[in-house]
């Protein structure tokens, strides 16, 4: 199946008003233009370096930056990202307003599983959300997270639903946690039904990532 094919695939069950991020790290230029003839305009990236040197190949498509990102490499992602996903420290939020010209969007990174090294735990999401909406040059949108990895996608619902609790109660509380980037190629029609607002699909519509070499 093409791209397009793929995309058609996804695009078909997918609820209007989500958000499809299409997951291209790894993928070459060619695939994003590719992506983008049929169509897709919001692209995901989790290397800072890559997320840059894509955008200066690739024009028109909107960056969503989802990896955890190191403070000294901000400098990479601001001004190129509409989104960045997974925040978790004050000290990153302080550094992406610093550099921001006009005001970064970014979702709180929120960590269920041990197995997940980025994110703030569940239960300090919304002390940390209220620390970092004050922070001059970012715009809090919301939250995201990366389940602990399952082969059942059924496996993640439980952490969909507590993501959508907290926002809900962030909402209540007066906290602008609009969006929901929770779900991925495997679990994503869970997520949907969880009320995510972004999903983050990679290999279901570009194919099999080789493995990374690190
Ligand atoms: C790679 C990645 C995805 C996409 O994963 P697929 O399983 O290929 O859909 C989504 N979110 C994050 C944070 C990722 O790093």
Redesign the pocket.
């Known amino acids: 199946m093409s791209i397009a094919d793929k995309l058609a695939q996804v695009r078909a069950a997918l609820p209007a008003g989500v958000t499809l991020v299409a997951?291209s790290?790894t993928r070459p230029a060619a695939d994003i233009r590719e992506a983008m003839a049929a169509g897709q305009l919001d692209f995901?990236e989790?290397y800072a370096q890559e997320l840059r040197d894509k955008a200066a190949e690739v024009e028109g498509a909107r960056w969503h930056f989802?990896?955890s990102l190191q403070r000294n490499k901000v400098k990479y992602v601001v001004g190129r990202a509409a989104l960045v996903?997974?925040v978790d420290s004050v000290e990153l939020a302080e550094e992406i307003g610093k550099r921001s010209a006009t005001p970064t969007g970014i979702l709180v990174g929120v960590n269920f599983g041990e197995a997940q090294k980025s994110g703030v735990p569940a239960r300090e999401a919304l002390d940390f959300a209220r620390r970092v909406v004050g922070v001059p040059g970012v715009a809090l949108r919301g939250l995201m997270c990366?389940p602990p990895p399952s082969d059942d996608p059924q496996a993640a619902a439980p952490y969909f639903a507590e993501l959508a609790s907290i926002a809900a109660a962030g909402r209540d509380a007066g906290l602008p946690l609009h969006e929901l980037s929770m779900g991925?190629?495997?679990d994503w029609p869970v997520a949907v039904r969880h009320g995510a607002t972004i999903v983050?699909?990679?290999?279901?519509i570009f194919g099999a990532?080789p493995p990374k070499i690190t």
């Open positions: 997951v790290k995901g989790n989802i990896g996903h997974d990366i991925m190629s495997h983050r699909v990679g290999s279901a990532r």
